[in-house]
C-alpha cells in the first residue's frame, strides 16, 4: 500500500477540507452572526435557500442541532411527531426531541426501501382525544441508509401532510446525493418539504455545519430555538465560507462517489461469505458469514482499512477521500484475499 494512502471508508464525515476551501475560509470576510453582522453567513443562507427553492436558511453547527431546531419549530411540547423506526431523528440523535423539546417521537416502521407507509402514517394519526399528543409533522429522511426516496412518494407524502393538516421536515443530511441519484436540482426534492435539514461536512466536504431552510417564518422562529440550544455564532464565516465553498464545487463531483461505491460492491461481491447489497448513492451495506467475520475483520486491519457498522454487517462509505488510486487500492487488496480463500 501506498505510504499516507488513506482507505478510510467508515463516514463521508471524515473528509478533510481540500486547499482551496482553506483558502476561502482563511480569506472569509466575518462579522458577528449574534446582530446579523456576518456577510459570509448572510451568503451561504441566501445562497442555500435559492438552491432549495426557500424563502431562507440557517446556519446550524450539525445535522443533529438542524433537526431538533426543525421540530422545535413546529411542534409545540406535548404535541408528537411521525418518524421512522431507523430514521437518524430517531436512532442517532439522543432522544432530543423527547428530552429537550418535550416533542414525543410517534414511531412508524420503515419499510426494506426506507419509506414510511402511507398506511401506516394515517393509523399513526389519532383521533382529537385528551389522551393523545396530536402529531403535528411528518419527518422523513432522504437519503435513508444510502437509500433514495422517490418523488412522487415524497408528493405522496406531502399530499398526506396537508390533507391532516400537518407539516414535512427532511433530514436530508445527503440529499445532495439523493438529487445526484435521480438526476434532478435539489429544489426539486426540497419542494415537498416544509423544512429541510442538510449536511456540510459530509460529502460536500466542510469541516463543519449543517443548513436548516423553509419559510421565512419558520427560519426566524428556528433562529430563536438556535439560540436557546447555544447554536449561536459569533465570526461563523470562517466555518460558512468552507460550506459555501462546498455547495459550488463538491455538489457536481457526488457522482463519482457512487460510482465508486459500485465498483467498491463489485470487488467485495466476489470475496467468500460476503453478501452485498446494490448501493443506490454511496453507501455498501455487506452482510459477512460468521465463518469469515474474523479473518475478514483481521485481513481490514492488517491492510489498514477502515470501515463501520459490526462485524455481520458493515457499512463502507465512499466519499472525496476515496480517489480513484484508494479505490483501486482496496480493489487490489480484497482481490488478493480473494486468491488466498481460493487457495484455502
Same mark, same amino acid.
Given at each position: 500500500?501506498?505510504?499516507?494512502l488513506e482507505?478510510d ?5 471524515v473528509?478533510?477540507?481540500?486547499l ?5 475560509m482563511?480569506?472569509?470576510?466575518v ?27 440557517l446556519l ?5 442541532q ?32 423527547a428530552m ?10 420503515n ?10 402514517i ?9 389522551l ?37 421536515h ?25 423544512t ?11 469541516p463543519?455545519?449543517?443548513?436548516l431552510?423553509?419559510?421565512?417564518q419558520?427560519i426566524?422562529?428556528a433562529r ?9 455564532m ?7 465560507a ?18 465508486r461505491?459500485?465498483?467498491?460492491a ?6 467468500p461469505?460476503?453478501?452485498v447489497e446494490?448501493p443506490?448513492?454511496?453507501? /455498501?451495506?455487506?452482510? /459477512?458469514?460468521?465463518? /469469515? ?14 470501515v463501520?457498522?459490526?462485524?455481520d454487517?458493515?457499512r ?26 481460493n487457495?484455502?
Amino acid at each position: 500500500m501506498e505510504q499516507n494512502l488513506e482507505l478510510d471508508f467508515r463516514s463521508d464525515t471524515v473528509t478533510k477540507p481540500c486547499l482551496r476551501m482553506r483558502e476561502a475560509m482563511f480569506k472569509a470576510e466575518v462579522g458577528d452572526d449574534y446582530y446579523r453582522d456576518d456577510p459570509t453567513v448572510q451568503e451561504l443562507e441566501r445562497f442555500a435557500a435559492d438552491l432549495f427553492g426557500k424563502e431562507a436558511a440557517l446556519l446550524t453547527s450539525s445535522g443533529t442541532q438542524s433537526n431538533l431546531i426543525a421540530i422545535m419549530s413546529h411542534c409545540q411540547r406535548g404535541e408528537a411527531f411521525i418518524v421512522g423506526h431507523r430514521s437518524h431523528a430517531y436512532l442517532r440523535e439522543l432522544g432530543g426531541a423527547a428530552m429537550i423539546a418535550g416533542v414525543q417521537p410517534q414511531v412508524v416502521h420503515n419499510r426494506a426501501d426506507g419509506k414510511l407507509s402511507l398506511e401506516d402514517i394515517k393509523a399513526s394519526l389519532f383521533p382529537a382525544s385528551i389522551l393523545f399528543a396530536p402529531v403535528r409533522l411528518i419527518a422523513v429522511e432522504n437519503t435513508i441508509d444510502g437509500m433514495v426516496l422517490p418523488l412522487d412518494y415524497l408528493k405522496d407524502v406531502a399530499d398526506l401532510a396537508t390533507e391532516h393538516g400537518l407539516q414535512v421536515h427532511t433530514d436530508g443530511a445527503r440529499i445532495f446525493n439523493a438529487a445526484a441519484a435521480i438526476g434532478c436540482p435539489v429544489s426539486n426534492i426540497a419542494c415537498f418539504s416544509n423544512t429541510v435539514s442538510f449536511c456540510l461536512s459530509k460529502g460536500l466536504g466542510a469541516p463543519v455545519g449543517s443548513v436548516l431552510v423553509g419559510s421565512a417564518q419558520t427560519i426566524e422562529k428556528a433562529r430563536r430555538h438556535r439560540q436557546m440550544l447555544g447554536g449561536g455564532m459569533r465570526q461563523a464565516g470562517i466555518l460558512a465560507a468552507a460550506g459555501l465553498f462546498a455547495l459550488q464545487n463538491n455538489v457536481s463531483r457526488l457522482e463519482r462517489d457512487h460510482a465508486r461505491a459500485k465498483e467498491l460492491a463489485d470487488a467485495l461481491s466476489n470475496l467468500p461469505g460476503l453478501t452485498v447489497e446494490t448501493p443506490q448513492t454511496n453507501i /455498501v451495506f455487506c452482510n /459477512v458469514d460468521a465463518s /469469515v467475520q474474523g479473518k475478514f475483520s483481521e485481513f481490514l486491519k492488517k491492510n489498514g482499512i477502515r470501515v463501520s457498522g459490526t462485524p455481520d454487517r458493515q457499512r463502507w462509505v465512499t466519499h472525496l477521500g476515496i480517489d480513484d488510486v484508494a479505490l483501486a487500492t482496496t480493489a487490489n487488496l480484497l482481490t488478493q484475499m480473494q486468491g488466498n480463500c481460493n487457495e484455502s
